[in-house]
């Protein structure tokens, strides 16, 4: 079945670092995949999305890279801030197109130390 | 704009208690979505509504019932519930279910259920 699962729970990086959060997903037919950042008691927010006919998007700060040869994501941050710090769901629209659904990966707790 | 509120931010009931949380944007979203969360787990979707008809109902129990009255407003109404449906309630919306749908989510409501 569809699942979409994150390497590691959790993620500790030095501020000014650079952060990867990896993503593996399992449906070599999904054709779209989201980046959310979770902070807490907030609802996810959108930070970047990108398509499975592209490998590469960027955005500020963020880069999202997609290897379908092996169904693998990743979200690179740079220079991460103390505000980064989070949890980062991967998502994956999975089954028909015209649902909607998506699933959510387990996601990785993202901390920044000073 | 890319904001959808939801009230109350926090609710707490009894079980014999019936109460409803809001939801609504106005990005001219024709898709809107209720997800649950458990702390530490990801959103696990509920119901899809698509141009204002329930199109999704991901074998919900029936002591949730979603309703739609309008294109920017959606509701979920509570009756009966149980301790284990304590969890964060989010909204969510999008342009109806077709090429890529990126999903914008509310803050959502902590429900406490006693």
């Known amino acids: 079945g569809e699942s979409v699962g994150l390497h590691l729970p959790t993620l500790s990086v030095q501020e000014g670092d650079n952060s990867i959060i990896n993503c593996a997903y399992s449906?070599?037919?999904?054709?779209?995949f989201i980046w959310y950042k979770q902070e807490s008691g907030k609802g996810p927010q959108f930070i970047i999305d990108i398509r499975s006919n592209m490998d590469k998007r960027q955005g500020q700060r963020v880069t999202v890279l997609l290897n379908k040869t092996v169904k693998h994501l990743s979200l690179q941050i740079a220079a991460t801030q103390p505000g980064d710090s989070a949890v980062y769901f991967c998502a994956e629209r999975g089954g028909s197109s015209n649902t909607g659904k998506l699933i959510f990966g387990q996601g990785t707790t993202l901390q920044v130390k000073p | 704009d890319t904001e959808v509120t939801q009230t109350p931010k926090h609710l707490v009931m009894g079980m014999t208690n019936k109460k409803s949380l809001k939801c609504e944007q106005h990005?001219?979203?024709?898709?809107m979505y209720w997800y649950k969360q458990k702390a530490k787990k990801p959103p696990e979707l509920m119901f899809v509504?698509?141009?204002?008809?329930?199109?999704i109902n991901e074998s919900v129990p029936s002591r949730f019932s979603p309703e739609c009255p309008n294109s920017s407003l959606l509701n979920l109404h509570l009756h009966a519930l149980q301790p284990e449906d304590s969890a964060l309630y989010l909204c969510?919306?999008?342009?109806?279910?077709?090429?890529?749908?990126?999903?914008?989510f509310g803050p959502g409501t902590r429900l406490t259920v006693l």
């Open positions: 990005m001219g979203h024709r898709a």
């Open positions: 969510a919306s999008s342009h109806p279910p077709r090429g890529t749908d990126t999903q914008y």
């Open positions: 449906n070599s037919a999904s054709d779209y």
């Open positions: 509504y698509s141009y204002e008809k329930l199109s």
